[in-house]
């Protein structure tokens, strides 16, 4: 005989995890932007599943009192992104690649440009959710330089659209990390930024295998001969490194940050270094 009480009571249960998730979105804390001890505890821990439920819940909630506007024209959002329609349909995907540094073609399947073909490099594949284009230019600058946190979350909630297909349990995201410097001055360091509601939303780990040792001058201000010049040495690997390291940026122009954290990580021990970025500069 069924015990129908047990059942419902197994069915209305949450766990212990998503119960404080749930009280800090009633308390207005977003469980996206953990403290130290969260941050510390994700560097050695697999992110925590919610239940089907509870993500009802907390969607019902924010519906209900957090209704969502657009953040780039202020209408009336989609619901599930802080977007509306005509915003989202302006974002430039970026769906026609080499996979090899994600460089814009014509052809539609995974194939490589000529030169990912004729040299080899530390990375297995890079993939870019979109061209560094309106509106997603407009979200990455607010995001990076006016600290517009909201900005960002709607940024990662359009990466895991977009890499879902492509996550897989061996996968461990790595942030690329600013200096600690830069971070002082920020307040945040933006990839870490996108890597925590990536993590949630794909299921996958991530962990800060990688630290920058020394300050290095903006790569935006530099050609590509000089970006190069600039990070070789930066990084060091500051965590065992995962057999099976994704790294996550913002933006990806010439490669060069991608391509200097991507060796000291297969020094390190990894076998195989994906890239995961927001945008691509064409």
């Not at 996979?99 to 000529?114: M, N, T």
């Amino acid at each position: 005989m069924v015990n129908q009480g047990s059942d419902a009571a197994m069915t209305r249960s949450v766990s212990r995890q998503d119960a404080a998730v749930l009280r800090d979105a009633l308390q207005g804390r977003c469980p996206l932007s953990p403290c130290r001890a969260c941050l510390q505890h994700a560097r050695m821990s697999p992110p925590s599943k919610l239940s089907i439920s509870t993500r009802a819940v907390l969607d019902g909630l924010q519906a209900w009192f957090l209704p969502s506007h657009c953040l780039l024209c202020d209408e009336a959002g989609l619901g599930f992104i802080d977007l509306c329609t005509a915003c989202y349909d302006a974002l430039p995907w970026l769906d026609a690649a080499c996979i090899g540094c994600a460089l814009p073609l014509a052809d539609d399947r995974d194939v490589r440009c000529g030169m990912c073909r004729h040299g080899g490099g530390p990375l297995a594949s890079v993939r870019a959710a979109f061209l560094y284009q309106w509106p997603v230019d407009l979200l990455l600058r607010r995001f990076k330089f006016d600290g517009d946190l909201a900005a960002g979350r709607v940024l990662a909630q359009l990466m895991a659209r977009r890499f879902a297909p492509r996550a897989s349990g061996d996968q461990v995201l790595v942030p690329v990390p600013l200096h600690a410097r830069r971070v002082r001055a920020r307040g945040y360091d933006q990839a870490a930024e996108l890597v925590r509601p990536l993590s949630l939303a794909l299921g996958l780990p991530w962990r800060f295998a990688l630290r920058r040792r020394r300050s290095t001058a903006p790569q935006s201000t530099l050609d590509a001969a000089a970006r190069h010049r600039n990070v070789r040495g930066a990084f060091e690997c500051v965590a065992p490194a995962p057999k099976h390291v994704v790294l996550v940026d913002d933006v990806m122009t010439t490669g060069a940050t991608l391509h200097a954290a991507a060796r000291v990580l297969r020094r390190a021990g990894a076998v195989k270094v994906d890239a995961w970025v927001c945008a691509r500069v064409p």
